[in-house]
């Protein structure tokens, strides 16, 4: 083959350009530490690194966001067992104050009572993070406090009942707060069935005892009118033992749409949900769960039970102003108290399960952190090792090819004539 | 026959190597030019006369100046040209495309929607803290902005390639012009009977680099003309060198006659990367970031519009993004001055933060169609880096190729010092031996003179 000295010339350069390019391409993996720098360098590995930084990004912030809902639940757990502590306290004055010897001294259990009354409102009204903890989806207020007469505790919120989720994976929410109405709430709970065979316009209805603070007695009565296969109009209505309605407006109707298996599919269009009712004329507040309400065919069978009369709070401050009137505690009030630390205890088993939950889904985080990092590095990652005794093996290459080229290019036939 | 024909044959001898020392000069000044062919001597004898029964030579001649040259090669190297400039200019186009996007980065797409998507999981936890909806303003924000970026540089491109695709058309309606020049001018150096080896060079020159532009195939005649024809249109001869303009059919940039009358199918050279990633591939990417941040913004929106504000009383019907188009995606101004506006409550309650789960949710939701959100733009991500490496690793391939047809044609064509420096001793050597004939001729015809007088 004929040599000619351009041959020569585009031999060299060819050579040295390629082996430049490829110093540079490995100094440039070394100091970026990646060996993919666009996604042209390895198309399905730049797919899979960024579903994978996607998806440690996700999971970290899920991590952040578990951590924050762990302090919520831990917090929670900690006002309950407070709650428990004075429940304890209360339970043992109200046995202690049975005994005869002890009836002189029923002002002083009623001022211990008042205390425990007081902390346990302060538990109730715990904050976390600028969250009350038992305010349900309303939390930027305190949700029980006095009435303005000062005589009974209510409800200061709209909706305690709210329940409030975070992510503790991708694809799955958890529930991290125990409302208040879950914790102090008094909640009728709608059961049994209405006939699928109701004609429409035709009116279904159920009715049970429900009680205001001071432990009155009102009637709660349920109606579910039928508008349209499957669906009925609630409505409902409080009457007083002369059977008069004490709402001061009537309520709007729910549609509640039962499913093809008679089990409640929506109420206004939405999952069901605790439906809450207040009489603050008459200090009456409970909340009416209707998701235990069936239809199918047969005779209406409608079946309400109620958990408790009053709540803990006014409960607590009708057996105190019955001990400073010298009244002692009823077998009522005292079973209301144990049937109340009864749910405490439920209550906080609970929140240990919650707790629980989250603890674990972070650890499973973490540990699917650590190997989407591993897959992230193995792809993307750099040899550092290997890349170094690349890049000297390509200088080596590359100081032999100038040596090579001062030798040879500047030689010709010129040099020896 | 006499002493003057040892004079005759001297001088016709040192006139030839004179000559030949001339055309390699001419080699030697242009062995660093690539687009040079050799050029060699053919000597010859000169005729013979018959004098006493005797055929007598009469010396040598220079027969002609060959230019040394491969046609099969050019031919190759043309053809591999064209495939050459057009995976190259494709892979340097799309290859601005690829930077725009800034992936696999932290301040990519995808990254800046996951810090979206994550800052709606944050707000969800403490749904009525104004931080954290602020924060969710700026990661729509920053998202936005990138998203901007990577599709006004998708527009900025292809404004580049149109001015690019005017000044491709305006440089092949140039060397058209010259082609058609210079086989006017070889043709009528040829027929005055010289050798226009340095015109041919140049028209080679010229064709090669209108095979970097376009597809063509070049006919040579009898006369060696260079006919010229570009994706089947006919484009240069002797006499014509046809015009290209170009034009704008059904959205799509074209490059026809200057009359209009056809128009150039191209399937190869810069020009038809350039106007195939103008027409197709930009707009391709194009609508699919479209799509990706169309879902996007529907998405979040009918969640958004379905939830509560943290006003007092609680707004719905609110929609986070207002619009998107030509790569701006416009946050709700509402939002962007009161952040309250922000709706991640389902049932108007402070600390309900449903709406603002969901949304977070989008991340991993799919779609009608089984991929993520998120899913679509790793698609586009990924087409555009086959695209490229597709691109880079073609033009790598045929520039090995076109290494070695040129160093073929070099191996062929080049000028070798070395050979030219042995040329030249040895017509320095011949020139010498004929002047000292000279001289010799002259010492006879000096005894024969001195023998008279």
């Known amino acids: 083959m004929r040599i000619t000295d351009l041959m020569m010339t585009n031999s060299f350069l060819n050579n040295l350009t390629a082996t430049k390019s490829k110093v540079s391409d490995l100094q440039t993996e070394i100091a970026s530490g990646n060996t993919i ?161 109701t004609a429409v316009g035709a009116t279904v209805t159920s009715q049970t005892n429900v009680y205001d603070a001071q432990g009155n007695q009102y009637t709660f009565k349920a109606n579910f009118t039928k508008t349209a296969a499957n669906t009925y109009n609630f409505t409902y209505d409080i009457l007083d033992s002369s059977n008069n309605s004490v709402l001061t407006s009537t309520p709007a109707a729910q549609s509640m749409v039962f499913d093809s298996n008679g089990n409640l599919q929506s109420v206004d269009g939405k999952a069901p949900s605790l439906i809450q009712i207040n009489v603050p004329s008459k200090n009456i507040n409970f909340n009416f769960d209707p998701t235990a309400v069936t239809e199918k065919s047969g005779a209406s069978s409608l079946s309400f039970t109620t958990n408790q009369k009053t709540d803990i709070f006014n409960t607590l401050i009708n057996i105190s102003n019955n001990l400073k009137a010298g009244i002692k505690p009823t077998t009522d009030q005292m ?69 090579m080229a001062s030798k040879v290019l500047t030689q010709s036939i010129l040099n020896y004539l | 026959m006499g002493l003057s024909n040892v004079f005759d044959i001297a001088t016709r001898s040192l006139s030839v190597y004179q000559g030949a020392l001339d055309v390699t000069a001419q080699n030697i000044s242009n062995a660093g030019n690539p687009d040079y062919s050799r050029q060699r001597v053919v000597l010859g004898t000169e005729t013979p006369q018959q004098y006493g029964g005797f055929l007598w030579g009469t010396g040598v001649k220079l027969e002609d100046i060959s230019r040394v040259h491969n046609a099969l090669t050019d031919q190759q190297i043309r053809v591999n040209n064209s495939k050459y400039s057009s995976s190259n200019e494709s892979s340097v186009m799309l290859g601005q495309v690829q930077n725009l996007l800034n992936e696999p980065s932290d301040q990519g797409i995808s990254s800046l929607t996951t810090a979206f998507f994550n800052a709606w999981q944050q707000l969800s936890v403490t749904p009525n803290s104004v931080a954290l909806r602020q924060n969710v303003v700026q990661a729509a924000q920053s998202l936005s902005d990138q998203i901007q970026t990577v599709r006004q540089g998708m527009d900025s491109i292809q404004t580049d390639l149109k001015n690019q695709i005017s000044s491709d058309v305006n440089s092949i309606n140039s060397d ?113 970031l479209d799509t990706f941040v169309n879902n996007l913004m529907k998405s979040v929106n009918s969640q958004q519009s379905s939830g509560y504000t943290l006003d007092n009383p609680p707004q719905t019907g609110i929609n986070f993004f207002d619009s998107y188009t030509t790569g701006t995606l416009k946050i709700n101004d509402a939002i962007l001055n009161d952040p ?114």
């Open chain 1, 37 to 197: 720098q666009k996604p042209s360098d390895s198309p399905i590995g730049t797919v899979n690194i960024i579903g994978w930084n996607n998806q440690i990004n996700q999971a970290n912030n899920i991590i952040s966001n578990i951590s924050s809902g762990l302090d919520f639940v831990n917090d929670s757990t900690q006002a309950l067992q407070n709650i428990q502590d004075q429940v304890t306290n209360v339970l043992s004055d109200l046995t202690q104050v049975q005994n005869a010897a002890n009836s002189q001294n029923m002002g002083s259990f009623a001022e211990q009572i008042d205390s425990a009354l007081s902390l346990i409102m302060d538990s109730a009204n715990t904050e976390s993070g600028g969250k009350y903890v038992f305010a349900g989806t309303d939390n930027a207020n305190a949700p029980f406090g006095y009435t303005t007469d000062g005589k009974s505790i209510e409800v200061k919120d709209s909706n305690i009942s709210g329940a409030q989720y975070i992510r503790i994976s991708p694809n799955i929410s958890d529930q991290i707060n125990l409302s208040g109405t879950d914790v102090f709430g008094t909640i009728v709970n709608g059961g049994g069935s209405i006939d699928s065979g």
């Open chain 2, 176 to 288: 058209l012009t010259q082609i058609q020049t210079l086989n006017a001018q070889i043709f009528n150096l040829q027929n005055a009977g010289q050798s226009p080896n340095d015109l041919l060079d140049t028209r080679d020159k010229v064709i090669n680099d209108l095979s970097n532009m376009v597809n063509i195939n070049v006919n040579y005649d009898s006369q060696n003309m260079a006919n010229i024809s570009i994706g089947g249109t006919f484009a240069a001869d002797k006499v014509t060198a046809v015009q290209f303009k170009t034009a704008m059919q059904n959205g799509k940039m074209v490059v026809t006659t200057k009359d209009g009358a056809a128009s150039l199918n191209l399937t190869g050279g810069q020009l038809y990367a350039d106007t195939n990633v103008y027409n197709n591939t930009i707009p391709s990417y194009e609508n699919s």
């Open chain 2, 340 to 453: 309250n506006k922000i709706a991640a409550s389902s049932d108007g309650t402070s600390g309900n933060g449903d709406i603002a789960l969901n949304i977070a949710g989008l991340s991993t939701q799919k779609q009608s169609d089984g991929t993520t959100l998120l899913d679509n733009y790793s698609s586009l991500v990924s087409k555009i880096g086959t695209d490229v490496k597709s691109a880079t690793d073609t033009a790598s391939s045929y520039n090995l190729v076109s290494q070695q047809l040129q160093q073929q044609q070099a191996s062929y064509s080049g000028v070798s010092v070395d050979e030219e420096m042995t040329n030249v001793i040895q017509y320095q050597k011949s020139y010498a031996a004929s002047a000292k004939l000279v001289t010799v001729a002259d010492q006879m015809l000096q005894t024969l003179i001195d023998m008279v007088s």
């Open chain 1, 335 to 403: 079973q209301a108290v144990t049937d109340f630390n009864n749910r405490l205890i439920n209550n906080i088993s609970k929140s240990g399960n919650i707790a629980n939950r989250l603890t674990n889904a972070k650890s499973l985080l973490n540990t699917k952190t650590l190997q989407l990092q591993e897959l992230v590095s193995q792809t993307d990652g750099v040899d550092v090792a290997k890349a170094s005794v690349d890049l000297t093996s390509q200088e080596t290459l590359l100081q032999m090819s100038y040596q």
